[in-house]
């Protein structure tokens, strides 16, 4: 009993976390942090969204953007934007705020690099007609 009321009163004060992350997710949200890119051995892996994450396509994998959500990812150095598609969730590392495709972070000029510092914008989630 003492056991089920501590993960209750547990997860009740994380609510106010998990529905501000959401809430601030509507169409022209920016959210500024670090990008990063997948490994290649990811390739041909299933994906959150469960497509299978094709590292020459336009994605991206966020923490709490819902699956499906369009967004443009800056580099904040160089002012090169790539536009992707929400499909897996993290990035898991510390400190980083989306996790692109190879592809994308191509088109964005990040692989030397691996990271960069990035001006993330939703254009468009699913429930708001992408």
């Given at each position: 009993m003492k056991k089920?009321?501590?993960t209750a009163g547990l997860l009740a004060g994380l609510?106010?976390?998990a529905s501000s992350a959401t809430a601030n997710s509507g169409i022209g949200h920016v959210q500024k942090g670090i990008a990063s890119f997948y490994h290649d051995s990811l390739h041909g892996r299933k994906t959150a969204s469960g497509q299978v994450y094709d590292k020459r396509r336009l994605s991206a994998a966020h923490r709490t953007l819902p699956l499906g959500t369009k967004i443009?990812?800056?580099d904040t150095r160089t002012g090169r934007s790539v536009?992707?598609?929400v499909n897996d969730r993290g990035?898991?590392?510390k400190g980083r705020i989306v996790d692109l495709s190879k592809?994308?972070?191509k088109e964005l000029g990040i692989v030397d690099r691996g990271i960069a510092r990035v001006d993330l914008k939703v254009l468009s989630t699913p429930q708001q007609g992408s």
């Open positions: 089920t009321l501590i609510l106010p976390f443009r990812v800056t536009i992707v598609r990035p898991f590392a592809e994308a972070a």
